[in-house]
Nanobody
């Protein structure tokens, strides 16, 4: 069984910064992509940023230049540094990982961490 645990959410004023962390644990052979999605109240879940095992990163247009995704493969941990936060960044942020096992692959999700940006 694989678990993803997020941390680092909270309340911050507009223009401030937060750093989210997500650690994967359990029976893991390797992890391909790891990333962050978010879901604001009344909206669909959307991709924020993702990084692959080869180092390729992709960002949503709305966060480019403000958010940075990074990864520690030795710790199976992914980070999201969020700067210049805006009220519209308020959402529950979910970590996701494509876990590769010898015979199959499977996507896992964390339970989410709430980020609230006040104006």
């Amino acid at each position: 069984q694989v678990q993803l645990v997020e941390s680092g959410g909270g309340l911050v004023q507009a223009g401030g910064s937060l750093r989210l962390s997500c650690a994967a644990s359990g029976s893991i052979f390797s992890i391909d992509a790891m990333g962050w999605h978010r879901q604001a109240p009344g909206k669909q879940r959307e991709l924020v940023a993702v990084t692959t095992s080869s180092g390729t990163t992709t960002y949503a247009d709305s966060v480019k230049g403000r958010f940075t995704i990074s990864r520690d493969n030795a710790k199976n941990t992914v980070y999201l540094q969020m700067n210049s936060l805006k009220p519209e960044d308020t959402a529950v942020y979910y970590c996701a990982a494509e876990v590769v096992q010898p015979a199959y692959g499977k996507d896992y999700w964390g339970k989410g961490t709430l980020v609230t940006v006040s104006s």
